[in-house]
Every structure is written in C-alpha cells, then in structure tokens.
C-alpha cells in the first residue's frame, strides 16, 4: 500500500522545525509529510492553494499561531482565515484544513518537555517567555555578564541556533519528543477562544495512528462544501 501525502502549509522557520520533529519521531508509515515553508502567515493561503491543487497531495493543511488574536479583526490570524475561506467556501472548511496554536507553536515544544500546568504560555511576548524556554533549554536566553558588569539576556527568537538547541534536545534524549501525545491533552482545543489552546493533538494522534478516518473526515467536509456549490448552480 503506497502512503497518504499530507501537505503541511506552515507559517515559518519555528513550525517548520516542529513537524520536522514530528516528522523524524510521530508519524507512522502510512503517511509521508511534505512541510512547504510560507515564510510568514500572510503567505499560507496562496501556498495553500497551489498545493491543494497539485494532484501529489492527497491532504493539504495549513498551520499557523493565533497569537491570541482571535477577536482582532485586522490580525494576521484573521486575514489569513479571510482568504481561505474565499478559497474554500465556509467556515467549517477552514476550520478543517487549520491546524492552529493559542498563542503560538511555542506551546507545542514545551509540552514535549512538561505537563501543561508547568508551561502554560499567556503571552506572545518572546522576552517574558524566554524565562520558561530557559528552564528547558538553559542555552537558550542563557544571561551573561559585560564588561561593565550588566547581565544581558539572550532572548528567545526562534532563529535557526535556538531552533537547533531545542531539535538536538530531542535527538540525544534530552526530553521525548513522543510527550506531546501525552501532555497534549490537557490543552483546550477551542483555540479561538482558550489562552493556551490548539486542535492540534487529533491530527498528531491521527498521523501516529494510522487513522484514516480522522484524514477522511475532513475530505468529506471538503466535499459537503463542493456539493453546497453544485447545488447553487444547479439552482440558478
């Protein structure tokens, strides 16, 4: 049996790392994930689009932060869910194909490492949450001293060598990435509403487990929408 495609359209360089990481230690042999890098939020919908209609693709996603954003109207989160919805047609599409994190995939990392309740993040700010990738990663945001005697901090960016320091984490056993399986069901999975949320577990419990049925179900909210438009013009 040949594996599923999954497409993953991801916002950036720190998503990217993730399902790498997902990639290298969850996913099953029934899947193959192919990770296309947007290099920012507003570009997931036109990547969106040409992946979604390139025939290798049996599944296309789209995974962004919501940054806590939610209610903003002229946030990034909610222009790009503008756009997918003129793609797709309704809301229940773009709810399906977005895997999405409150505030941020930050979040995801840190459930590797710990129990919800120790790295719960309440903010998108890198500086007060370099203080938490710190007590996980103490290379990360590490202080040092100048000469003049002032600590300077670190702060977290997730450019590519912190990025590194939390894969390598990873690799040589540091903390197991596979607890995220775990740890990640203490988190809410309404994230347009929950600080921290996200409805990431059910595709990573999926893509772990072989699941078809999670994968089919969102092809048939896929199809409802096309059978709603079909119907439109068989009307008019």
Known sequence: MSKLNICLVVEGDEE?????????????????L??????????IPAY??????????????????????????????????KKLFEILGTEKAVDAISL??????????????????????KSTSKSENT???????????????GKSGKKNTSYYY?????LQEIDDSFEYGTYRFESILKNGKEIAKDYKNSLPGSNLLDFLNAI???DIKYFDLIRSIREEKDDVNTRRKKKN
């Open 16 to 32: 990217e790392h993730f399902f790498e990481n997902v990639k290298k230690y969850i996913c099953c042999n029934t899947f193959e």
């Open 34 to 43: 192919i990770i296309v890098n947007a290099c920012g939020e507003g570009n």
């Open 48 to 81: 969106f689009q040409t992946c979604d209609s390139d025939e290798i693709y049996d599944y296309v996603f789209c995974v962004y932060d919501v940054d806590n954003l939610a209610n903003d109207n002229n946030s990034n989160f909610n222009h790009t869910r």
């Open 100 to 121: 999405c994190t409150n505030p941020n995939i930050l979040q995801w990392n840190l459930l590797a490492c710990d129990k919800l309740e120790n790295v719960a993040l």
């Open 131 to 145: 203080p938490l990738v710190h007590k996980y990663w103490d290379k990360i945001g590490r202080d040092s001293t």
């Open 158 to 162: 997730a450019c590519k060598w912190q």
């Open 208 to 210: 772990h487990d072989g």
